[in-house]
């Protein structure tokens, strides 16, 4: 699909979308439309009682008179149009429109597109509203559209053609187009971003392992990233007992992934900061074994390292005026031969041994050889790490907010409000001594579980807090985000590609030299 910016004209062929405030006031484009259809949009509107309330459609077929095949019109909302103040219709005041709004609405207008089997599609924009110009509703909706339009189609061989995606172009239509193009192009990097997040997540286990995986992320090369690959007999030498612990039963390699974005410019504080993800790229307990029911799920036991991919690739197609570091450990969880077996006692990097009571709690152990090896080589401002870590978090949150887990205010803050401003939401748990003391273990330092019942997402969160040395640190336990078992505005079923929008906030909004 083809997303282009031009001049509003009357299209000589395909669907128009037309958008339209609480106020019903119609474009001047599509007043010329309705006269020469006779008025069918007026009388649609009024026959279906139309509000014009954010996110509502209205679908018109049109005749011979244009060009055009269909015309929908869609909501931007506003009480413009509501003689009633008290009254509890959908649309909602202009005020409370917000950039991720305006994306959500892009993702339903796909939604109604992609419905109709639209192949070509021209979206009018000639409103405004009262915090976002012309150019930043077109951009918005065009990365919504973006977003909305993605499908991991590989390995399909016998696809139908009324099953394929069907949609060819958009073009976006406005006054001046220039300026809404060039906020796009910023958008779309991020949507690559997340496309690339999505692609690895949707990559089934026997074609992405922890080798192939090292090696897909060579090809970040090409946007500037620098690529460093750690083998096993690399992180022997450094002391990952943790890490190689749980890849030992595959036969797979284990693999660390070092990528690097030095975009921070003459002046600005070169310290990096960094995103340290969790990648096992199946997961079947090892010999803790789970249950075979959903156990096809955990290939996207690796979307915490799909994300700091994601996020990275952003960084550097961007420039973003920031030095970045992005670890990922990458390992296979087997019960083979050679597994670890619960009670085995491995020793870390950071020296500390651990008490490995449930090979299944494999994601932990990981990343307390990644963090500390982060922490210790960069120096970072600070360390996010993204995670698939605990069922627990799902049982707490489901799939509507990750857990926020940290042990510094202002990070956690500011992650928070990335979160709330990208849709991408975190919800922040208590972390305390009295949750500590539930990981002691009699026989080694730490162990993996909890010796007490409850508060499984926390006590893993200080878990990794024993890896992280004092380093400003957030831990994000996504479990329950990573993947859509629906359709949402701008996720479609399947891999969601989270953190990377929220990530790329962060980053935007707070660390990159201005």
């Known amino acids: ?74 909501g931007l909302g506003g009480n413009s149009g509501n003689k009633n103040k008290d009254s509890k219709d959908k649309n909602e005041p202009e005020e409370d429109v917000t950039s991720r709004s305006l994306a959500n609405l892009g993702g339903k207008i796909y939604d109604v597109i992609d419905k109709a089997r639209a192949k070509n599609v021209s979206v009018i924009v000639d409103n405004k509203l009262s915090k976002f110009s012309k150019s930043d509703i077109a951009a918005n909706i065009a990365y919504g559209i973006e977003l909305k339009n993605y499908g ?67 090809d970040l090369k090409k946007f ?12 022997q030498k450094l002391g990952m007992g943790a890490l190689l612990g749980v890849g030992q039963g595959s036969a797979k390699e284990s693999r ?21 993800g969790k990648g096992v790229t199946f997961d079947t307990g090892g010999i803790s074994i789970k249950p075979s029911n959903g156990m096809e799920d955990m290939k996207y036991d690796m979307a915490g390292s799909a994300a700091v991919v994601g996020v990275m690739s952003v960084l550097a197609k961007r420039k973003a005026k920031v030095n970045a570091v992005g670890v990922i450990g990458l390992v296979e969880n087997m019960p083979g031969g050679n597994a670890q077996r619960p009670s085995d006692v491995v020793k870390t990097m950071s020296g500390q041994t651990i008490a490995v009571l449930n090979t299944d709690a494999e994601g932990r152990l990981v990343l307390a050889d990644a963090l500390w090896y982060t922490q210790s080589r960069f120096k970072p401002r600070f360390m996010v790490d993204l995670a698939t870590l605990t069922g627990a978090i799902v049982v707490a949150l489901a799939n509507q907010y990750a857990g926020l887990f940290s042990n510094n205010d202002e990070l956690a803050n500011r992650l928070f409000k990335a979160g709330e401003e990208t849709g991408e939401k975190l919800w922040r748990f208590p972390m305390t001594k009295e949750y500590d003391k539930m990981i002691d273990s009699k026989i080694a330092d730490v162990q993996n579980i909890s010796n007490g019942k409850g508060a499984g997402s926390i006590t893993a969160a200080h878990f990794l807090k024993r890896f992280v040395n004092d380093v400003p640190w957030a831990h994000l336990d996504i479990a329950g985000m990573a993947w859509a078992d629906k359709p949402l505005d701008t996720v479609p079923e399947g891999a969601s590609g989270y953190g990377v929008r929220l990530l790329n906030k962060l980053v935007e909004d707070y660390y990159e030299a201005r």
Request: proline residues 6%; neutral net charge.
């Open 256 to 276: 660390l992934v070092v990528l690097q974005w030095n975009g921070a410019p003459r002046g600005a504080d070169p310290t990096p900061i960094a995103f340290v």
């Open 152 to 218: 991991f189609l590989k390995y399909f061989t016998k696809k139908k053609d009324d099953e394929k995606p069907c949609l060819k172009s958009v073009a976006i239509l406005l006054d001046e187009s220039q300026p809404a193009s060039e906020q796009y192009q910023y958008l779309k990097s991020v949507a690559e971003g997340v496309y690339i997040t999505r692609d690895l997540v949707s990559e089934p286990p026997n074609v992405l392992n922890p080798e192939t995986y090292a090696e897909k992320c060579k």
């Open 224 to 235: 500037g990233l620098k690529v460093e690959i750690l083998d096993e007999a690399k992180m």
């Open 1 to 74: 699909m083809d997303i282009s910016f031009s001049k509003i004209t009357l299209p000589s062929s395909g669907t128009v979308v037309f958008l339209v405030g609480g106020d019903l006031k119609l474009p001047t484009l599509a007043v010329d439309i309705d006269k020469k259809i006779g008025g069918a949009i007026s009388k649609a509107i009024k026959t279906a009682d139309y509000k014009g309330a954010f996110g509502s459609f209205l679908s018109v077929m049109a005749n011979d008179a244009v060009n055009v095949d269909r015309i929908i019109i869609a």
